[in-house]
């Protein structure tokens, strides 16, 4: 006796548990379209514990500090939880690559986060002409068709400030805030609505 209805439509391919299970999925499909596929269960949370928070601060510090180095410089043949962030978010992806015997950031080749990085360099683009809040940008990526979870941009949105940090400018309110540092991203974590991005012209 249930009639279901998606998108305004009448679904008339539900006849068990396991069709219903299957629309579900494609349901989850065509709204969250542009959310990445990242198989990390530590930070893919809307909460995540205490030691990842630890592990966040190491895989953030070690990213500023070692960018031009192989795998940030975490030591080969162990894996902490900060390199574990490092290999799913930026390693995997592509986007922290080897180069002229040196390592850099570029575009992600996985495709399923090409969305996500062309919405947030749209986002910064955008504030060539004023400057935007950074809680603005959460909002985005926390809405329809990205859907991320809390623990994810906890990561992805400072990774991408720091590999954007020479394009950028930020701000603590009024203030100009001259270095990206361990200091500002615990405010950004902290209080993402504080601080405020602007791009450069070039």
């Known amino acids: 006796d249930v009639q279901w209805v998606f998108n305004g439509e009448k679904i008339d391919t539900i006849r068990s548990r396991k069709d219903l299970i299957r629309f579900l999925s494609y349901i989850s499909d065509t709204i969250y379209s542009a959310t990445p596929v990242f198989k990390n269960e530590l930070i893919n949370k809307h909460r995540t514990s205490g030691n990842i928070s ?98 994810f941009i906890e990561c992805w949105l400072p990774s991408f400030l720091i590999i954007r940090k020479d394009d950028i400018a930020l701000y603590s309110g009024d203030n100009y805030v001259p270095f990206l540092n361990k200091e500002v991203l615990g405010l950004l974590y902290r209080s993402p609505d504080s601080i405020s991005v602007k791009s450069f012209c070039v």
């Open 54 to 151: 630890n592990a966040r601060q190491n895989y953030l510090n070690a990213l500023l500090e070692n960018s031009n180095i192989e795998d940030l410089g975490f030591e080969k043949g162990k894996f902490p939880p900060e390199k574990s962030i490092y290999l799913t978010m930026l390693k995997q992806t592509g986007i922290h690559v080897a180069a002229n015997n040196t390592y850099e950031f570029r575009e992600p080749y996985d495709r399923s986060f090409i969305p996500l990085w062309k919405c947030c360099k749209d986002f910064i683009k955008s504030s060539q002409n004023r400057q935007l809040k950074l809680s603005e940008l959460v909002r985005i990526l926390k809405e329809p068709p990205f859907g991320l979870k809390q623990g």
